[in-house]
């Protein structure tokens, strides 16, 4: 087999699985992320599927599904009052997402990842592709994986008219320790994987493990999502910080001004179940991401380069599968390469091909699921999609479930 040099852009979830991959399957690859600091430690949490423990076991993790977080048997929808109206047994493991960053890194080297390291730009010479990083380095490879996320620079050099688009409703994410919780709270909804469903909007939450991964009930933590329509001049106004300066499609968390959070809490006393309400109020950090989505038209958009992750396809969150999509990029990426035996013209038309159409299905179902909060802005399709959403059972039974039939 040929060994190629391999550079991966990006060590995250995508980059550091890719990685792992195709140093296990024998090539040479480098990491490089822009972060000067470790990743592990951060983000809230994540809903996990069959696909990705796949994806873990064959990276030697040695984690079983059930010790990668909480588990949670049942979903529950609460009215205004707090009422439960409708119930379904669903057991998912939700796990923390600095746990899994954390295990994925831990299967490479110490010094395999490069830190602080930002691409700027991407460049031919001969087959090999150059990347050039902001502080002057260059290294040079046979593949260039770009698994540097939403704002990916590897897909800007290559098509830059596509670009995440803003789908018209914003999500208020909180992570709040369970004990800090009422107690009240805590048996409505510490449980489950629960939600209210007030007209256009929605919230939803679950437990997942705390510092450490423990996963005990007392150590856990709580992490909520709270989807509200947004057009596009109030999205203005909550992008806009402490110092007046305007920031496009997130803001960080301790930029948001205090009247912004304090309005959305007065909202979240007024529309929110008790126990939401009781979230968000508690929450210590509450953070705010516009909701957006990407289609590709191609994730091999250069000789020798494949986009992997949030760099290529983006969901939006509805679908809880961004984690899972990245980790089967990367294993697909690598069993293209393993299949041309190192023909890398050959390997990325075959991923490619397998890929895209996934991406494209798991966009696709994100904005059936979420059309019924952008009610604004809607055409025929999405309005019946929003109909068909609705209901307290539909989104149970859709929400952060991979749609059936996918396969890829
Ligand atoms: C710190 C962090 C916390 C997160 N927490 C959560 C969470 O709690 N729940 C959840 O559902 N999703 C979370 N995500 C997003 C989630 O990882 C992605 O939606 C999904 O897993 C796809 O992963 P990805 O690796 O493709 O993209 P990302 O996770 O977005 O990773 C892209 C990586 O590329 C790096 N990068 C970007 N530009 C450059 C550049 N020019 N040069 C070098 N490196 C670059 C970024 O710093 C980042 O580490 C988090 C992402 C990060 C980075």
Redesign the pocket.
């Known amino acids: 087999m040929r060994r190629l040099a391999i550079t991966v ?7 550091l699985t890719a990685a792992r991959l195709l140093s296990q399957a024998g090539h040479a690859v480098s990491v ?4 000067a600091e470790p ?1 592990a430690g ?5 809903v996990t599927h069959p696909g990705l423990h796949a994806v873990l076991a064959r990276c030697g993790v040695p984690v079983a599904p059930r010790d990668l977080g909480v588990t949670v048997a049942v979903r529950r929808v609460l009215d205004r009052d707090g009422r439960v109206v409708a119930e379904r047994a669903l057991p998912q493991v939700l796990a923390g ?1 600095g746990r899994l960053h954390a295990l994925l890194r831990e299967t490479l080297p110490g010094d395999a990842v490069r830190l602080g ?4 730009a991407v460049e031919r010479d001969g087959d090999a592709v150059v990347a050039r990083f902001a502080d002057g380095g260059r290294v040079a490879g046979d593949l260039l994986v770009g ?7 590897v897909r800007a050099g290559f098509l830059p008219g596509v670009a995440p688009a803003y789908a018209g409703y914003v999500a208020w994410r909180a992570v709040v320790d369970m004990a800090d919780l009422a107690r009240a709270t805590r048996a409505a909804i510490g449980d489950h994987f629960a939600f209210c469903l007030p007209p256009g909007e929605q919230i939803l939450g679950y437990p997942v493990s705390g510092a450490d991964a423990d996963g005990r009930p007392g150590a856990r933590l709580f992490n909520a999502v709270w989807y509200r329509p947004a057009p596009a001049e109030d999205l203005a106004g909550l992008m806009t910080d402490t110092g007046g300066a305007r920031h496009a499609l997130s803001i960080p968390p301790n930029r948001i001004r205090p009247e912004v959070l304090a309005a959305m809490r007065a909202e979240a006393e007024r529309v929110l179940a008790p126990p939401f309400a009781d979230v968000m109020r508690r929450a210590p950090s509450p953070f705010l991401q516009a909701i957006l989505d990407l289609e590709m038209p191609s994730m091999a958009p250069a000789p020798g380069v494949a986009l ?4 290529a396809f983006v969901a939006r ?1 509805h679908v809880g599968m ?2 899972t999509k ?1 980790m089967e990029d990367a294993a697909a990426l690598t069993d293209a390469v393993s299949a041309a035996d190192g023909d890398v013209r050959a390997a990325l038309r075959t991923f490619d091909a397998r890929r895209r159409p996934y991406g494209a299905a798991v966009v696709a179902r994100g904005r059936e699921l979420g059309a019924y909060l952008q009610a604004q802005r809607l055409g025929a399709a999405e309005r019946a999609a929003a109909e068909r959403y609705r209901s307290p059972e539909a989104v149970m039974d859709g929400t952060a479930v991979p749609p059936a039939g996918l396969t890829g």
């Open positions: 852009i990006g060590g995250s979830i995508a980059g490089h992320e822009r972060s990743l951060r983000g809230a949490g994540i997402w390291a930002r691409l700027v698994a540097d996320g939403l704002h990916s620079s992997l992750g949030d760099a969150p961004g984690v990245a």
